[in-house]
Every structure is written in C-alpha cells, then in structure tokens.
C-alpha cells in the first residue's frame, strides 16, 4: 500500500532487500499501511461534507425558486414543467443529503473498525505485527551481518596486501635496474618481495574461506528472511484486499448518474478500481523491496593497481618525439577494465586485445589503437604483451 515511486534508486543493488537493515521498509510498511487507513477515512469524511453541503445548496435553492414560481403568471403545462424542476431537485437534496450519510455511517464505520481490529498495539512497542517483523527479521540476520562484517575485514586486509606486494614488486624492478647495487641488497629486497607475496597468498586463502562460509550460508539466510518476508506479505495482501472492497462501496454510493455522458466518467472509473491487481502490486513489491530486488552478492574483488593522473600540458609539449613509434604495433591484452577520464585516452575491458604503438613514457602511459580504431593512451601496467 505504500506509494510506488517514479523509478528504482541508483544504488538499487546497495539497497538490495537481503543487505544488513534494508528490511526495515517492509517492517515500517505496516505503519504506512495504518496511516494510509487514516489518509482514507479523513479523505471520504470530507467528501460526506461536500455532499451534505450540496444537498443543502439544492435545498435552498429549489425553495427560493418554488416561492417566487408559485406567485409568477404562468399557468398549465409550462407551469407544471417549470415546478418540476424542484421536485427533482428535491429528490437529488435528498439522495446527496443519503451519500453523506453512507460514506460517514457506512463507510467511515467499516474502515474504521476494520484498522482497529487489524492493527493491534503492543504495549511501548508500536503495532504488534511491526515488532513481530522487526523481531523475526533482526534475529534471522544477525548471523548474516556477522559473517557479512567479517568478510569485508578480510576483504580489506587482502586488498592492502596486494598494495604492499605491488610496492615491494616495484622496488625488485628497480633494483634489478640498477647496476650499480650491490647483489646482496638485491637479494634483500627480492627476499622482501617474496616475503609480502607470501603474505598475500595467505590472506587470499583466509578471504576464500570466509567467502566460503558466507556463501554457505546464504541459502539458509534466504529461507528464514522469505519465510518472513512472505508472511508480512500475506498481511499486506488482507489488507489490499479490503481496502479494494471499501474503494467499490463508496464507488457504488457516488455513482448516482442516469445521463449517458456521467456514466462514462463512473465506468472509466469502476474499470479503474475492478484493474486493481493485489497480486501484482504485490510482485511489484517483491521485485523492487523484496527478494526480487537485484543485489551484489559478496564475490572475490581482484585488487586494481591505482593509474597515476597525466600531466597533460607536459605530455603534450614533448609530443610523440621522445617516444618510440612501434611499427605495425605490439598486440597487448588487458588485465584489468578502464575507463578513459580525457577524450585522448581509451576505454577497455579486461580481456580485450588492441594494439600498442608507442612505448612507455615516463609517466607509465602507452598509445594504442582499440580493434575498432580509435587511438589513444592508457596505462601501462594494465596491459600485458600477448605472446
């Protein structure tokens, strides 16, 4: 029953039903649900208002004119047809003066005693099927927000020691590029190297494992939350249910019309009304506040070494003279996706094979030229020659 919105939020997978907390919109949905019975009832009550009103103005009116009919000249059948427009007006006062009193005694009545038999309060807790949900929900969680807590300090901790491995990976390099260190540092700092691999190694095993248990819990996780989820949705389609069943009886006191023209306007609208579908508002709410809703499942994130930002007006000014044209280009395969921040720079996916035709310069950038020709630079240790 709560509003539909005009379209998904963008970080729709973040606020997927299944994340840590995201089911509080299905527990305030009942309190929406309670607040929407009140909207309705303060709604129609002053619409009973309107109709009293207006059968009151007709009153008025047909006796004013009855009055002042009576005393003019006329006589016969012209007489007798103008007196009969009060009569039914008569008749229209007391059939609006009727409505009012359906939608205020009937109506009002029946919503009323409806909500109050439907949404029973728990003493300092709010409505009693609120706390259940948040109750049933938190417990069925926690062990998921646990595991959830403890694979993201693990994710974390591999993903800086990728970084530590990177650094020391780059200093071997250099090292191994200088021929003036002597070979017992070299082999200090491979021996370094080897240590923060190691190291990496092991944290990736203790990443995987605690994957493994937050993917071998999942299952049992989804079945407790759709269990729950699945009985908040019953309650909601009771009261969907009703609430279409008092919207056709306040239709059924308003539509009064005879006239061809009204009439259409009171079918468009019980068309409208007999169109509501509980069932799929309720396949609206699953897929975009519930277990339909798309979500990132927890997988291993590979670790993306950072790009160094371009001086731009220094890499424009050398040009292309202080690098080497390769002629006919090296084939070069990427490792990781990219995304080009300048119009001069290319975009690819991992795994996507392109040319590079021009060597490293000394800001760690190649140019290339993507299989559908577009040239451009990119990072240098993104790629890795295709053998």
């Not at 009323?112 to 728990?122: A, G, L, V, Y």
């Not at 807790?125 to 993201?152: D, I, M, V, Y």
């Not at 019953?234 to 059924?252: D, G, P, T, Y």
């Not at 950038?365 to 577009?374: D, F, Q, V």
Request: with cysteine; aromatic share 10%; hydrophobic share 30%.
């Amino acid at each position: 029953m709560a509003s539909l919105p005009k379209e998904p939020p963008e970080d729709a997978k973040k606020q997927s039903f299944w994340m840590p907390g995201n089911y509080e919109r299905t527990v305030r949905r009942t309190d929406q649900s309670y607040q929407a019975c009140n909207d309705i009832m303060t709604c129609f009550l002053e619409r009973a208002k309107v109709e009293k009103q207006y059968a009151q103005q007709l009153s008025q009116w047909s006796s004013k004119w009855k009055t002042i009919v009576d005393s003019r000249p006329l006589y016969g059948s012209l007489m007798r047809a103008w007196q009969s427009f009060f009569s039914s007006t008569e008749r229209l006062s007391a059939l609006h003066s009727s409505i009012s009193q359906s939608l205020v005694s009937e109506d009002g009545d029946r919503v009323k005693t409806w909500q109050k038999e439907t949404f029973p309060k728990k003493m300092f807790c709010g409505f009693r099927e609120s706390h259940s949900n948040e109750t049933s929900f938190s417990r069925a969680q926690k062990p998921w927000s646990k595991k959830l807590k403890k694979l993201e300090a693990v994710r974390v901790a591999f993903h800086k020691a990728c970084q530590k491995e990177q650094t020391a990976m780059s200093k071997e390099k250099q090292a191994n590029e200088n021929s003036e260190m002597s070979p017992e540092k070299k082999q200090k700092i491979t021996a370094a190297r080897e240590k923060t691999t190691e190291e990496k190694d092991k944290v990736r095993e203790r990443y995987e494992q605690v994957l493994e248990d937050v993917t071998s819990y999942t299952p049992r996780y989804m079945e407790e939350m759709e269990a729950i989820f699945d009985q908040s949705q019953e309650e909601e389609r009771k009261r969907m249910s009703f609430l279409k069943q008092a919207f056709l009886s306040i239709h059924r006191h308003l539509d009064i019309t005879n006239n061809e023209s009204v009439k259409a306007v009171y079918s468009e609208l019980h068309h409208t009304l007999m169109s509501i579908s509980e069932q799929d508002d309720l396949r609206w709410w699953k897929n975009n506040h519930g277990p339909g809703m798309p979500t990132d499942w927890p997988k291993i994130q590979e670790w993306v070494p950072p790009v160094k930002k371009l001086k731009r007006k220094k890499r424009d000014r050398k040009g292309q003279q202080d690098r080497s044209v390769m002629i006919g280009g090296v084939k070069v395969r990427a490792l990781y996706d990219y995304v080009g921040e300048e119009g001069d720079e290319l975009s690819f996916k991992a795994g996507e094979v392109f040319l590079k035709v021009e060597e490293e310069d000394e800001q760690g950038w190649c140019r290339g030229i993507l299989s559908g020709g577009k040239e451009g630079f990119y990072p240098a240790n993104y790629v890795e020659v295709v053998e």
